[in-house]
């Protein structure tokens, strides 16, 4: 296992990737956690990554209480989906909040972006380790007058820069709420629990955009996938086999695949989470028709398939070879569009499914060496957008996540000074964890996320490197 920083054992014990995922020591992360490092950190001022607090099933979500503001029309559906959580209306003097959510959708004009310095300004000091900031508003291009979208499309702004200030492992994100949703918001319940839970620990500055379908909490929010089948590609190792065990934690049943040279860690994986494993090269032609038999037959169908195969072959463009370019993109890109095509049209996804797509950062900010890589997952966001319209009315959904630096295998293998780069350039100062990413997607993968269509969520502590 991965040697961790003092003080983080009780993280390795709460986190389910620490297992699976074989990431590299953290040099910097070790360094200012050890007794003579943390002394000079603090005397040189140097950053200190927060141990990130990560769900555990039955603990409080947010790390506190919640401040809640805004005159929008949110406010009141907030507080009554999250009947749960505790609610207090004003900064009280000693008081760490787990969370400051703002109700934005009641902000016309430009002159109104005030309400968001006032709610926020005096609370800045009062988060708690891990806190949140959420910010709720309308989706801008449905926002009306001229006045309203601009004063909509602000708020990323906002709230992006505000993740950029935040310290000790808190985050900041947006939620854009479609206009007509009814007053009670059910479809937004999903993306609030994820967002101020620790399962979004590593997903900072992003925009969630949500639909107006009304959404049925499952009869759990700690077995939220109770009695649906999923198909996890690439699940030997990595992120994928976390996926697998979040699954299995949130009550699927789960079918591991992933290419027949790496059977024996797939068994491992299988056996470790309760899952099936099915081997399966996502490149072959008839993989779509393979899955589908073998999931109709065992289990009667398929509800949440993840895309999640995927490879590298790095080298500058002038020094690449066909087979370097063609195997990342058929991987990639290729297969899990033909998958889910097949899986579609061989009627394989039920009503209701989940399709969840695995893109990465180097797709959305470029990544020198990887020409083949950056195109294959720009073009899985492409996926996403375009066939999010179709999907839908089938009633189905289709997400991708867009992991950063995550500490794996493949993270693993990257040159020293690169690594501790890509840690420190995210907001909260390390790399994610597998789990992180597994909790996004199993966000997706929720019955009700049914609102939470054609989203590309990066799960990168705010970083914008590729990896
Ligand atoms: P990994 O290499 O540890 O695991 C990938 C798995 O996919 C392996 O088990 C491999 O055998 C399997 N696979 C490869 N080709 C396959 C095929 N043709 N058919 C079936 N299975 C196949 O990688 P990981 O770090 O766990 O990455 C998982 C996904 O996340 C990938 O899509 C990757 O591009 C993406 N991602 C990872 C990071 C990161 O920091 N690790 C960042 C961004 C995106």
Known sequence: ?????????????????????????????????????????????????????????????????????????VADAVRNLLGDYTFVDAVTPGVKFGALVFDATGIKTIEELQELFEFFQPAMRSIA????????????????????????????????????????GATSNLVYLHPEAATAATGLESTLR????????FVDGQVFRVGNDDAVAPASWDKPLEGKVAVVTGAARGIGATIAEVFARDGATVIVAD???????????????GATALALDVTAADAA??????????????????????????????????GRWSSVINVNLAAPHRITEGL????????????????????????????NYGASKAGVIGMVNAEAP??????????????????????????????????????LLQGGQTVDVAETIAYFASPASNAVNGNIVRVCGQAMIGA
């Open 129 to 168: 380790a891990s806190g949140r900031v959420l910010v709720i508003g309308t989706t801008p291009e449905l926002a009306g007058s001229v006045d309203g979208q601009i004063a909509q499309r602000a708020l990323e702004g906002f709230t992006r820069s505000v993740g950029k200030e935040l310290l000790r």
């Open 390 to 427: 179709k999907l839908a009315e089938k009633g189905i959904t289709i997400n991708a996540v867009a992991p950063g630096f995550i500490e794996t295998a493949m993270t693993a293998a990257i040159p020293l000074a690169t690594r501790e780069g890509g840690r420190l350039l995210s907001s």
């Open 194 to 201: 994820f967002v101020l839970s620790g399962k979004s620990a």
């Open 289 to 322: 028709e393979k899955l589908a038999a073998f999931a109709t037959e065992r289990f009667g169908g398929i509800d949440i398939v993840v895309h999640n195969a995927g490879i590298t072959r790095d080298k500058l463009l002038a020094n690449m070879d066909e």
């Open 344 to 371: 579609v049209a061989a009627g394989a996804l039920r009503a209701g499914g989940r399709v969840i797509d695995v893109s990465s950062i180097a797709g959305i900010a470029g990544n020198r060496g990887q020409t």
């Open 259 to 273: 290419i027949p040279a790496a059977g024996e860690a797939l068994s491992e994986t299988a056996n470790k989470v």
């Open 1 to 73: 296992a991965r040697p961790l920083p003092a003080g983080r054992d009780k993280e390795k014990v709460e986190n389910v990737a620490a297992s699976k995922s074989k990431g590299a020591p953290n040099l910097y992360g070790s360094f200012v956690h050890s007794a003579p490092g943390a002394f000079l950190a603090s005397k040189l001022g140097l950053p200190q990554p927060e141990s990130l607090r990560r769900y555990k099933a039955g603990e409080p979500a947010p790390p506190g209480p919640v401040l809640l503001g805004g005159k929008g029309r």
